[in-house]
């Protein structure tokens, strides 16, 4: 930590943290890989009075690692501002026991959780974020209409940009590949595909996120090889704006007039895109974010 001009301070942090004994679902009733169904006469689960039986447990782990910078600069002139900026890692073997938009947070192959280990479904490798409030510098002397319009002006804002989050592809949950059953947890079968080339592509598109070409089904009664959380989604971009006016019309009364941008520049957003081996639209994106969004506001305060 240091001061660097008068009323500012920069910071430079490193983080870690580790998690041991994070609760995570496995189901324990899973039969073997078979290009048969599972349940009798075909293949036996190790309980045959139960379909699968999903046991909650604590036994998941997770490392993070992260550099952070943060910059402060104190009101000075009537401007204040907070920038920080985090690069970082989150890796683990389950980072939950619901589904996620990206990952089903449960286990392909229940007995072998090993395999499971890849990013964290929250991981986003860098993100910045700048805040900033700002008392515009018009004056006008005396209390006539002219300086009633001019006095009072202030601005705020606050600007976010992030990396993506990652995803996992899958088979689409009607595809029980590995002949293991479905869970009532996570996508339904869980299955993954092979990978079979490089999954990225340099300039992905909305139409083609990732290389669709880089996956395959497997062998019937078998798993997928493709890890957890390979691929990243699109980042997000967004910036917030507000300009408030201010008249006083004497100690206790003030009307305050509020004009609010949220996504200011309307920028798209782009939700995460298809991740389904065997869905028509997979590995197109068909969703995105709020669009810009202007509100105004007057509030007399007293």
Same mark, same amino acid.
């Given at each position: 930590?240091?001061?660097?001009?008068?009323?500012?301070?920069?910071?430079?942090?490193?983080?870690?943290?580790?998690? $041991?004994?994070?609760?995570?679902?496995?189901?324990?009733?899973?039969?073997?890989?078979?290009?048969?169904?599972?349940?009798?006469?075909?293949?036996? /689960?190790?309980?045959?009075?139960?379909?699968?039986?999903?046991?909650?447990?604590?036994?998941?782990?997770?490392?993070?690692?992260?550099?952070?910078? /943060?910059?402060?600069?104190?009101? $000075?002139?009537?401007?204040?501002?907070?920038?920080?900026?985090?690069? #970082?890692?989150?890796?683990?073997?389950?980072?939950?026991?619901?589904?996620?938009?990206?990952?089903?947070?449960?286990?392909?192959?229940?007995?072998?959780?090993?395999?499971?280990? +890849?990013?964290?479904?929250?991981?986003?490798?860098?993100?910045?974020?700048? #805040?900033?409030?700002?008392?515009?510098?018009?004056?006008?002397?005396?209390?006539?209409?002219?300086?009633?319009?001019?006095?009072?002006?202030?601005?705020?804002?606050?600007? $976010?940009?992030?990396?993506?989050?990652?995803?996992?592809?899958?088979?689409?949950?009607?595809?029980?590949?590995?002949?293991?059953? /479905?869970?009532?947890?996570?996508?339904?079968?869980?299955? *993954?595909?092979?990978?079979?080339?490089?999954?990225?592509?340099?300039?992905?598109?909305?139409?083609?996120?990732?290389?669709?070409?880089?996956?395959?089904?497997?062998?019937?009664? @078998?798993?997928?090889?493709? +890890?957890?959380?390979?691929?990243?989604?699109?980042?997000?971009?967004?910036?917030?704006?507000?300009?408030?006016?201010? @008249? /006083?019309?004497?100690?206790?009364?003030?009307?305050?007039? *509020?004009?609010?941008?949220?996504?200011?520049?309307?920028?798209?957003?782009?939700?995460?895109?298809?991740?389904?081996?065997?869905?028509?639209?997979?590995?197109?994106?068909?969703?995105?974010?709020?669009? *810009?969004?202007?509100?105004?506001?007057?509030?007399?305060?007293?």
């Amino acid at each position: 930590e240091r001061e660097i001009f008068s009323g500012s301070v920069l910071e430079v942090a490193y983080v870690g943290s580790k998690g $041991t004994k994070l609760l995570t679902a496995r189901d324990i009733n899973q039969p073997q890989p078979s290009v048969l169904p599972p349940g009798l006469p075909f293949v036996p /689960r190790p309980d045959q009075r139960f379909d699968d039986i999903d046991l909650l447990e604590s036994r998941a782990n997770s490392n993070y690692n992260a550099l952070q910078v /943060r910059y402060q600069q104190r009101l $000075t002139r009537g401007f204040s501002a907070l920038a920080s900026y985090t690069w #970082s890692r989150s890796i683990d073997d389950a980072s939950n026991f619901f589904t996620s938009a990206g990952d089903p947070n449960f286990p392909q192959n229940s007995y072998n959780v090993a395999a499971e280990r +890849g990013l964290s479904n929250f991981d986003v490798r860098h993100r910045m974020s700048l #805040s900033y409030s700002y008392a515009l510098p018009f004056r006008k002397p005396g209390d006539g209409l002219v300086a009633s319009l001019v006095n009072g002006w202030e601005t705020f804002g606050i600007v $976010t940009l992030q990396s993506g989050r990652p995803f996992t592809v899958a088979l689409l949950s009607e595809i029980d590949n590995s002949g293991t059953g /479905r869970s009532i947890l996570g996508f339904g079968a869980n299955d *993954r595909p092979n990978l079979v080339g490089n999954p990225e592509l340099s300039n992905p598109t909305t139409l083609q996120w990732f290389n669709t070409a880089a996956f395959a089904f497997p062998a019937p009664g @078998t798993f997928g090889n493709a +890890g957890r959380n390979i691929l990243e989604g699109p980042g997000f971009q967004n910036v917030n704006m507000s300009i408030l006016k201010n @008249t /006083r019309f004497n100690e206790r009364v003030n009307l305050q007039f *509020r004009a609010e941008a949220f996504n200011l520049f309307n920028h798209p957003n782009f939700n995460l895109p298809d991740n389904f081996l065997g869905s028509p639209t997979f590995g197109r994106i068909t969703s995105s974010r709020d669009p *810009r969004h202007i509100q105004f506001g007057l509030k007399l305060l007293f």
